[in-house]
């Protein structure tokens, strides 16, 4: 019986047909397995037929209905296995399949295809730019080394052209993924013995024979980060049942060096707007560091519960192994200092959540007659108080306030401790405390104690741009500084809660470790523009604090319809028309489940859910923590979004009077920095919600729309 295997480039074009078409697709997978290789070759059904002056020999086509055919490459060796490599239109299934050629890379021994048609049209020419140019990127390489890392005749050819990196990148698409990926590493300035060590040794298998096999099944075996293997017969219905969280820890070869990286020295730290695989980096970072040794306890941790469950359910779809799962915590930072502080100090204070300390702070206030609000007082004891650990009155009054927009004497200091000492006294007394203060207790205990039972081998954290310097320090404190101690993943552009951070003044210096990924995979450039439209006009600093970060050079491999943003005169007119919308995604066979519709406040989430649940439309909050398994369209605050994604996203309610919420916004006249800070965050969650997105993102409103439409690109 033909075994199947699945190249990554189907998940990409499988996760976005049609119902139909799916079930298509899943019928002739069926049939393969079950005909022997001559009646594979003789049904009529399946149609698997050679394609006409192919380069690839081996590529055949077969029928998945009158209009779309699966592109499969064939072995010629005697073997069995076959690789389904995409689904496409009939006429567009013969031109991708003709122009591509799959090869055994000589050093990895992994299968790798190129679009050698495209290379050998291009190439001429540029040889002829080439020869003019002052410089090549890789004049310093020889044949010779170029040839041992794995880099065949026609790419040697190709490379010899290159001008710079980014036509490197442009040229990217069309060469042999490891090959490709080596070109990246030595442009990124490592030696030829570094490639070696940190790529082709890493995938080449062990006790390799000298010459590469010659056997299609034989390189399927070796390409396991790029091909999926069906093992047994009931397999393949649980592969095609959850193609979608199987992209989801896809890891693209410009990821892999970072998350692949034998070592690095100390901290390190990885950036990248929504979609560049941030998140994916930190689980194969995870998987990695697992894999150096049968001991090694790693903490994984982000900033909410829902982002936590997240990387729960995709670090375990990605390991698939039961114990290397037991030896990672997954958390929030929050839970794990509470978590510490149990173990260390044998009682914790029950955490407030921020309503309830604004009611202390209000109380405060009233008190003591200050001529301040309980949010300036609140912000105060966040920003300056808590991210620097000032414990006493005098250390208060020296200390620096960077980043608030008013200025405060000896004397207001003074009073203002005098609140910060009423504040702490009244949550004593009810056996309260706010999380950052557990965080800071947490950070204090592990500082002194055993970290062999308290303490963990390599932190990843994850969505970091979010977290206040009280964490980081529960974090700095959680492991021994050394090699690999903190990997960082993170976007200052999605940071929806108001932190600010310096992490070299927390110990924690990422200086010469430090990658930006540019490339976004996950949602469409449509979405990306309109989305990055709504950030215009702000300055953003970077994820340490010691600089500005930009989104130049950001872009989308994908294309698709533009984002719906649409205005309505009752709110009812409003969520008539999301259901609408949402039954039309249904419709083309896009699960409940892929489809996810958010909105500022809670209370309009009921409205939703209602309405939807009305017109027998299955729905669930995001806040239950539903499983893969649960079916319904995903209900979420726009706070809640981050980390998550979908195929299609509904963003609702987004007015003038809840983007920005003026009960977040600092007045101006109180702290103009302050108020930057503040309305620059509100801009920053409603790109987060828009860049959940991966194929359709639909906008709406009911009365006056958000100012920060206005700066968004065109809509349609």
């Not at 390190?268 to 695989?277: I, R, Y």
């Not at 987004?654 to 509100?682: C, I």
Request: charged share 25%.
């Amino acid at each position: 019986m033909p075994q199947l295997a699945f190249a990554n480039s189907f998940w990409q074009s499988y996760d976005v047909l049609e119902k139909p078409v799916k079930a298509g697709v899943r019928k002739a997978m069926e049939k393969f397995q079950q005909l022997t290789i001559a009646e594979l070759y003789a049904d009529k059904g399946l149609h698997l037929e050679s394609v006409n002056n192919a380069r690839d020999l081996r590529m055949r086509t077969i029928r998945i209905n009158d209009f779309w055919r699966g592109v499969v490459l064939a072995p010629d060796d005697g073997s069995d296995t076959f690789l389904l490599l995409n689904v496409v239109p009939h006429d567009g299934a013969y031109t991708w399949a003709a122009k591509r050629l799959y090869t055994v890379n000589t050093a990895t021994r992994a299968l790798e295809v190129r679009n050698v048609t495209a290379i050998e049209q291009l190439t001429p020419a540029l040889e002829e730019a080439a020869a003019q140019a002052p410089t090549l990127l890789f004049a310093r390489h020889s044949d010779k080394v170029l040839r041992d890392l794995g880099i065949d005749d026609q790419v040697l050819r190709a490379v010899r052209t290159v001008v710079d990196k980014p036509q490197l990148e442009a040229f990217g698409a069309l060469l042999p993924e490891d090959q490709f990926e080596v070109l990246q590493y030595l442009a990124e300035g490592f030696s030829p013995d570094e490639v070696y060590r940190d790529l082709v040794a890493e995938r080449r298998p062990a006790g390799a024979p000298p010459e590469p096999s010659e056997t299609l099944a034989a390189a399927i075996a070796n390409t396991t980060s790029r091909i999926m293997l069906v093992t047994r017969p009931d397999e393949l219905a649980e592969i095609l049942d959850k193609p979608f969280a199987a992209w989801r820890v896809f890891l693209h070869p410009s990821q892999q060096r970072v998350a692949y990286r034998v070592s690095y020295k100390g901290p390190a730290q990885v950036t990248g707007g929504p979609g560049t695989g941030k998140t994916v980096v930190a689980l194969h970072r995870v998987k990695h560091l697992l894999s150096r040794s049968t001991d090694t306890r790693v903490l994984l941790t982000t900033y909410t519960n829902a982002l936590a469950a997240s990387l729960r359910e995709n670090l375990a779809l990605l390991l698939g192994d039961e114990e290397q799962l037991a030896r990672v915590e997954v958390t929030t930072v929050n839970a794990f200092a509470n978590r510490a502080v149990r173990a260390l100090a044998g009682r914790v204070p029950t955490p407030i959540g921020d309503a309830d300390e604004r009611q202390i702070w209000r109380r405060v206030c009233r008190r003591l007659t200050l001529p301040w609000t309980e949010q300036f007082l609140a912000q105060e004891f966040r920003h300056v108080i808590l991210a620097q650990d000032v414990r006493s009155r005098e250390a208060y009054r020296e200390v620096s306030r960077r980043g608030r927009g008013s200025a405060l004497g000896a004397r207001q200091r003074d009073r203002v401790w005098e609140a910060v000492e009423m504040f702490s006294a009244e949550l004593r007394a009810a056996g309260s405390t706010t999380h950052l203060q557990v965080c800071a207790r947490a950070a204090q205990l592990l500082d002194g104690a055993d970290l062999a039972a308290h303490g963990f081998d390599h932190v990843v954290v994850d969505e970091a741009q979010d977290l206040h310097p009280a964490q980081w320090r529960v974090l700095r404190a959680a492991v021994v500084p050394g090699p690999d101690d903190l990997f960082i993943t993170g976007d200052p552009h999605q940071k929806i809660y108001d932190s600010r951070v310096s992490l070299n003044a927390l110990g924690i210096s990422v200086a010469g470790r430090s990658s930006r990924l540019r490339i976004n995979y996950r949602s469409t450039e449509e979405i990306l523009s309109w989305s990055a439209g709504v950030l215009v006009g702000s300055r953003v600093e970077e994820l340490g604090g010691e600089g500005e970060d930009s989104l130049t050079g950001y872009r989308s491999l994908l294309h698709g319809k533009r984002p719906h943003a649409q205005g309505y005169p009752t709110s009812q007119a409003e969520i008539a028309a999301l259901v609408k919308r949402v039954g039309e995604w249904l419709e083309q066979g896009i699960q409940p489940s892929e489809i996810a519709v958010c909105a500022r406040f809670n209370t309009s989430l009921n409205d939703v859910y209602d309405e939807l649940t009305g017109a027998g439309i299955p729905a669930v909050r995001v806040r239950d923590q539903p499983g893969a398994e649960v079916n319904g369209v995903r209900l979420a605050t726009m706070h809640a979004m981050k980390g998550l994604e979908f195929r299609c996203v509904a963003v609702v309610g987004v007015t003038a009077r809840a983007v920005p919420f003026a009960k977040e916004v600092t007045p101006p006249e109180v702290d103009p920095l302050q108020h930057e800070s503040d309305m620059l965050r509100e801009r920053c969650l409603l790109f987060v919600a828009s860049t959940r997105a991966r194929e359709a993102l639909h906008v709406l409103w009911s009365g006056s729309p958000s100012p920060f439409l206005e700066s968004a690109g065109d809509a349609g």
